[in-house]
């Protein structure tokens, strides 16, 4: 059975860090994007971060960018997301997905492209 297990998510203070971690199961990471996305109360999900399973080349939503790193480690079987220099309105919900086929590179970290999704992890940003 395919399965995603999201894992890292906790309360800290404004300005640090938590990682992430994406466990699959059930099947390879090697032929799927892997995605980042995350929800926060009363707003739609979105794209966080998304790394290709092509070439290694990564999209990162402006409100993120220079703070959250992704990276993936296909022997594992494993994809992470490194949160730096948390803010409060990064608090939300944070989910890891897999997609077999995205339908343009502009596509890599839209929602519903994505096949499999982990079952979410809260951060909470806050002092």
């Known amino acids: 059975q395919l399965q995603l297990v999201d894992s890292g998510g906790g309360l800290v203070n404004p300005g640090g860090s938590l990682r992430l971690s994406c466990a699959a199961s059930?099947?390879?990471?090697?032929?799927?994007?892997m995605g980042w996305f995350r929800q926060a109360p009363g707003k739609e999900r979105e794209g966080v971060s998304c790394?290709?399973?092509?070439?290694?080349?990564?999209y990162f939503a402006d409100s993120v960018k220079g703070r959250f790193t992704i990276s993936r480690d296909n022997a594992k079987n494993m994809v992470y997301l490194q949160m730096n220099s948390l803010r409060p309105e990064d608090t939300a919900v944070y989910y890891c997905?897999?997609?077999?086929?995205?339908?343009?590179?502009?596509?890599?970290?839209?929602?519903?492209?994505?096949?499999?999704w982990g079952q979410g992890t809260q951060v909470t940003v806050s002092s």
């Open positions: 997905a897999a997609a077999g086929y995205i339908t343009t590179p502009q596509a890599m970290c839209v929602m519903h492209e994505y096949d499999y």
């Open positions: 059930g099947f390879t990471l090697d032929y799927y994007t």
């Open positions: 790394i290709s399973s092509r070439d290694g080349s990564t």
